[in-house]
T-cell receptor
Framework: RKEVEQDPGPFNVPEGATVAFNCTYSNSASQSFFWYRQDCRKEPKLLMSVYSSGNEDGRFTAQLNRASQYISLLIRDSKLSDSATYLCVVKRPSTSGTYKYIFGTGTRLKVLA | NAGVTQTPKFQVLKTGQSMTLQCAQDMNHEYMSWYRQDPGMGLRLIHY???????DQGEVPNGYNVSRSTTEDFPLRLLSAAPSQTSVYFC????????????????????FGPGTRLTVL
């Protein structure tokens, strides 16, 4: 079982739709959480961090449930430009005393005109 | 700021050849790392460095070497390329720090280079 799991999709949604992605993590020592966006054949870029109380950035809302060890990302009013792969990322202590960023395999979103 | 730069963008090697993937950042980040991305696997950490002169292994270090002589540069060397090393390689950098505040440490953004697509025949 992967330490960070995501539904790979693809999620095909019409423009204007609301879509939600979930991500689960298995290591209870996980400390910080992020959603990254990766366009086709490009590098990942930070979309938003996920704070304990949940947070919103425009059409994007991120939630964290530490008890159930999952993170969610909600995209409202989807745009064509939202088409990408969304990576769930978890930061936790490593055995060497530093921190590791563990990446999920990503969820593909395609927004259709 | 150029951010994180990588060269080359594409490379084809024959089995057994060696080469160096270059990575540089101009953000004065202490932490730099190399990942490989393969279909269905997510990004996996190859090697990382917490500062000049300090490197350590990630989860898939075999067949790769790194060094960190300056804060800016973190090259990745393939010693004897194998087809299993066909992948997309990303270099990343970030601030270090392990604070508990929202504004420090815990939420350090990783900045990625544009990637190197490597094919080993």
């Amino acid at each position: 079982r992967k330490e960070v799991e995501q539904d790979p999709g693809p999620f095909n949604v019409p423009e204007g739709a609301t879509v939600a992605f979930n991500c689960t993590y298995s290591n209870s020592a996980s400390q910080s959480f992020f959603w990254y966006r990766q366009d086709c054949r490009k590098e990942p870029k930070l979309l938003m961090s996920v704070y304990s109380s949940g947070n919103e950035d425009g059409r994007f809302t991120a939630q964290l449930n530490r008890a159930s060890q999952y993170i969610s990302l909600l995209i409202r009013d989807s745009k064509l430009s939202d088409s990408a792969t969304y990576l769930c990322v978890v930061k936790r202590p490593s055995t060497s005393g530093t921190y590791k960023y563990i990446f999920g395999t990503g969820t593909r979103l395609k927004v259709l005109a | 700021n150029a951010g994180v730069t990588q060269t080359p963008k594409f490379q084809v090697l024959k089995t057994g050849q060696s080469m160096t993937l270059q990575c540089a950042q101009d953000m004065n980040h202490e932490y730099m790392s190399w990942y490989r991305q393969d279909p269905g696997m997510g990004l996996r950490l190859i090697h990382y460095s917490v500062g000049a002169g300090i490197t350590d292994q990630g989860e898939v270090p075999n067949g790769y070497n790194v060094s960190r002589s300056t804060t800016e540069d973190f090259p990745l060397r393939l010693l004897s390329a194998a087809p299993s090393q066909t992948s997309v390689y990303f270099c990343a950098s970030r601030q270090t720090g392990a604070g508990t505040s929202r504004n420090t440490g815990d939420y350090n953004e990783q900045f990625f280079g544009p990637g190197t697509r490597l094919t080993v025949l």
